[in-house]
Antibody
């Protein structure tokens, strides 16, 4: 059964870099059917997609965060990671990692991810001095 | 970016009764192949979102048949035929047609 688990510091100081890792078990992150993404949810608020990575290392990010975000992967550990630099209190949120499924049309895998499933349990990161 | 708008934002329900949630997108979510890039998630209290419906109307694995998705173009609906107590939580729609992927504001479903 596929499982994703986020890990990393729960407290980050303003202006520093937030770093999280997602460990995937039960599937390989080198599958061509999937992307691997990060989504966040500020306390009491809705969901915001941060960015995603393909097993080839290709990445794409939400333009609202693009200048501060880097997503990378480590295929040897079946993990992918998120770095968000220059954080402020507005970056306080529960951060989820998730698998993004690509659509197959007439037997051909096409496009980017179309939905996320499953998600990790999430980890709360608070930005505070 | 595609803006997703859900209604209502709060939905008190009675167990055994039907319920529905609407999701509207700022542009069509149907591609040239006819695929509808609209998904529904349920986030139960204290949990991560779980996929209910993908591509407009396909139920995810393990999702009860009382959940159904419909719609096309810019208007989509999630229906629960008979609400169960375990269906309480936040429901989100999400578009998967064009990055950045975006979500609705969420609809809080609770028991009357």
């Amino acid at each position: 059964q596929l499982q994703l688990q986020e890990s990393g510091p729960g407290l980050v100081k303003p202006s520093e870099t937030l770093s999280l890792t997602c460990t995937v078990s039960g599937d390989s992150i080198t599958s061509s059917n999937y992307y691997w993404g990060w989504i966040r949810q500020p306390p009491g608020k809705g969901l915001e997609w941060i960015g995603s990575i393909y097993y080839s290392g290709s990445t794409y990010y939400n333009p609202s965060l693009k200048s501060r975000v880097t997503i990378s992967l480590d295929t040897s550990k079946n993990q992918f990671s998120l770095k968000l630099k220059s954080v402020t209190a507005a970056d306080t949120a529960v951060y989820f990692c998730a698998r993004g499924k690509r659509v197959t049309i007439s037997g051909v895998i096409t496009g980017l991810e179309a939905w996320f499933d499953p998600w990790g349990q999430g980890t709360l990161v608070t930005v505070s001095s | 970016e595609i803006v997703m708008t859900q209604s209502p934002l709060s939905l008190p329900v009675t167990p055994g009764e039907p319920a529905s949630i609407s999701c509207r997108s700022s542009q069509s979510l149907v591609d040239r192949n006819g695929y509808k890039y609209l998904n529904w998630y349920l986030q139960k209290p204290g949990q991560s979102p779980q996929l209910l419906i993908y591509l407009g109307s396909s139920r995810a694995s393990g999702v009860p048949a009382r959940f159904s998705g419909s719609g096309s173009g810019t208007d989509f609906t999630l229906k629960i035929s008979r609400v169960e107590p375990e269906d309480v939580g936040l429901y989100y729609c999400m578009q998967g047609l064009q990055a950045p992927w975006t979500f609705g504001q969420g609809t809080k479903v609770d028991i009357k």
